[in-house]
T-cell receptor
Framework: ETGVTQTPRHLVMGMTNKKSLKCEQH?????MYWYKQSAKKPLELMFV???????ENNSVPSRFSPECPNSSHLFLHLHTLQPEDSALYLC??????????????FGAGSRLTVL | GQNIDQPTEMTATEGAIVQINCTYQ??????LFWYQQHAGEAPTFLSY??LDGLEEKGRFSSFLSRSKGYSYLLLKELQMKDSASYLC??????????WGAGTKLIIKP
């Protein structure tokens, strides 16, 4: 496989459930990201990992818990979510985390619905 | 704050030309990206501009004016498959990548 792969593509969960989103990249990139995409809103950066170390956490509620066991895999653990957390969750990777021509490669996203 | 502004939706005709504008705050600017996102799919990279002027890639071109805090994406010879959302994003010197809300482009036959 190539690129960035996310599973599951669709997830419906109740507010008391615990689930996880998985992301895998086969590009040899050193940085990985979780974004939240809601309709008609800009992409919201949630977490950034660089060389398996979390380097950014944008005031995300603790009901979202990221995990990066190695440079190819990224998880987003979900528990006691709220209906307003329903959105498309996008994983992305880039060669490094820099301020220049740092092109992101995105996965197709996990569509989350919280009932 | 560092806001990126782009139109919410545009409509154009197959075979025509369309220009999608993006404005941003200039302080700390370090480069501007355009991404394309088809419905239900991943955003994909289209272009990166860091210097003033026009960069052409086939039917797509991207323009940047750093002094005006302005960019546009120009799509020529529009095809039905160009129906998608186009996302403008600016990278700032503090490593912050700020995104616009995207422009949904509808192509009509």
């Amino acid at each position: 496989e190539t690129g960035v792969t996310q599973t599951p593509r669709h997830l419906v969960m109740g507010m008391t459930n615990k689930k996880s989103l998985k992301c895998e990249q086969h590009l040899g990139h050193n940085a990985m990201y979780w974004y939240k995409q809601s309709a008609k809103k800009p992409l919201e950066l949630m977490f950034v990992y660089s060389l398996e170390e979390r380097v950014e956490n944008n005031s995300v509620p603790s009901r979202f818990s990221p995990e990066c066991p190695n440079s190819s895999h990224l998880f987003l653990h979900l528990h006691t979510l709220q209906p307003e957390d329903s959105a498309l969750y996008l994983c992305a990777s880039s060669q490094d985390r820099g301020a220049g021509a740092n092109v992101l490669t995105f996965g197709a996203g996990s569509r989350l619905t919280v009932l | 704050g560092q806001n990126i502004d782009q139109p919410t939706e545009m409509t154009a005709t197959e075979g025509a030309i369309v220009q999608i504008n993006c404005t941003y705050q200039t302080s700390g600017f370090n480069g501007l990206f355009w991404y394309q996102q088809h419905a239900g799919e991943a955003p994909t990279f289209l272009s990166y501009n860091v210097l003033d002027g026009l960069e052409e890639k086939g039917r797509f071109s991207s323009f940047l004016s750093r002094s005006k805090g302005y960019s546009y994406l120009l799509l020529k010879e529009l095809q039905m498959k160009d129906s998608a959302s186009y996302l403008c994003a600016v990278i700032y010197s503090n490593y912050q990548l700020i995104w616009g809300a995207g422009t949904k482009l509808i192509i009509k036959p």
